[in-house]
């Protein structure tokens, strides 16, 4: 796959860049393994300084790097804004909270003297050079809500970012040596996907964390678990969205609208198939239709635009094979489904009824702005729609019953639930799934200690 930045409102070509050679990765390589070593006796207080003028350098930086965002995969700009300024945030919140989120511990008294010890504690201790294999939907988050918390406890990264961002991998790159960062702290590796198991078999990796595909998770799974070296997967999503009769139905109605197409529809924790319960239905399904039908789709960076085009031609394609199945299969269209005719690679917002165990677009992730409705009995068959899917990475539940919410929150096979609102990460959050959307989890104390050698330090009588 070339290098390349090609812009999905239009298909136009606007910059090549030439893979990195082996003499190149091999300096590169060398550099992170020599930088891992001082840069690891660094103190809190002195990478805090260096990640909040990262920070800084962000949100000066942040409408030149939405703008190349926006051209190079096609998000809103508007959008693309919001999410360099989420950036800077998390780097923030890890600047201010990674010294106590790695203090040392202290086991129980009782528990150390039992052990025959004077003292004892557990230390978190950074792992080395970590290579993280990242997606290009959100080409600044997914790579800052790993650079961040990496960066703090003392590890360093090297990125292997999608071959359609390669500005965006350049640009954190240079991001991360301007605010002060040791050279060799953070790098970005222009290698196509076929350099990645060389790469993460070299004994200088410590680590690796991906965010992308199935088929991308297993093979660096496979290499990884070979190698025996620790991995983070985030992985596909399907996430349901129940709404319950005791709930505000406009409301839940409006924020699927948001929750759906948020990024053109192209977001792992995007919901993507509403549950709702029969008491309810119908007037969910005709509020949620107006709204998607009511979308603004155009050009990503007008600041009007609600919807652009998806990143590829490629994914484009994906999502109408899903959408042409479940039709011929017998879903109703309730509005979109044909492709417009213009430039780009646009997909109308897309509702579909009727939808069945049978049809792909029930078992596969559809990525973009298509959204599948779902009849509910009662809670049991909202719960068992809802976990009948082979991903598990959020969830949404609207109601107002609290007996619902416990039970909702007891039975979902997800790695979060959102109760009355939508699925949006925080760093303060742990984030991650279970079941076939991956394992680990990122951002928070858990994910900070996910790069960590988690060493116990025993001292005698």
Known sequence: ????????????????????????????????????????????????????RAADLLDEDQPEIARVMTTEMGKPVKQARAEAAKCAKAMRWYADHAEELLADEEPAEADVKDSGASRALVRYR????????????????????????????????????????????????????????????????????????DILRDERIKAATLTGSEPAGRAVASTAS???????????????????????VDRAARVAVTARVQNNGQSCIAAKRFIVHTDVY??????????????????????DTEVGPLASEQGRGDLEELVDDARRSGAQVLC??????????????????????????????????VATLYRA????????????????????????????????????????VYVNGMTASHPAFPFGGVKRSGYGRELSGHGIREFCNITTVWHGA
């Open 1 to 52: 796959m070339p290098i390349a930045t090609v812009n999905p409102a239009n298909g136009e070509t606007l910059k090549t860049y030439e893979a990195m050679g082996e003499e190149e990765l091999e300096r590169r390589l060398q550099l992170a393994e020599a930088t891992f070593r001082t840069y690891r006796t660094t103190a809190f207080a002195e990478r805090a300084r260096l990640l909040n």
């Open 126 to 197: 950074p792992m080395g050079p970590v290579l993280a294999v990242m997606p290009w939907n959100f080409p600044l988050w997914q790579v800052v809500r790993f650079a961040a918390p990496a960066l703090m406890a003392g590890n360093v990264g090297l990125l292997k970012h999608a071959s359609n961002v390669p500005q965006t991998a350049l640009y954190l790159e240079d991001l991360f040596h301007r605010a002060g960062f040791p050279e060799g702290c953070f790098q970005t590796l222009l290698i196509g996907s076929g350099a990645v198991d």
């Open 226 to 248: 070979e190698m025996i070296k620790k991995t983070v997967l985030e992985l596909g999503g399907s996430d349901p969205y129940v709404v319950m009769p005791s709930a505000d």
């Open 282 to 303: 119908d007037r969910f399904a005709e509020r949620f239709t107006e709204g998607m039908n009511a979308l603004t789709v155009g050009d990503p960076l007008a600041e």
């Open 336 to 369: 979109g489904g044909e492709r417009p005719d213009r430039p780009g690679w646009y997909y109308p917002p897309t509702v579909l009824a009727g939808v069945t165990r049978e049809m792909r677009i029930h078992r596969e992730e559809a990525f973009g702005p």
């Open 377 to 416: 009995a009662d809670l049991d068959e909202a719960v068992l729609i809802a976990n009948d899917s082979p991903f598990g990475l959020s969830s949404n539940v609207w109601t107002r019953d609290g007996a619902e919410v416990d039970r909702f929150v007891r039975d979902l096979e997800a790695g979060g």
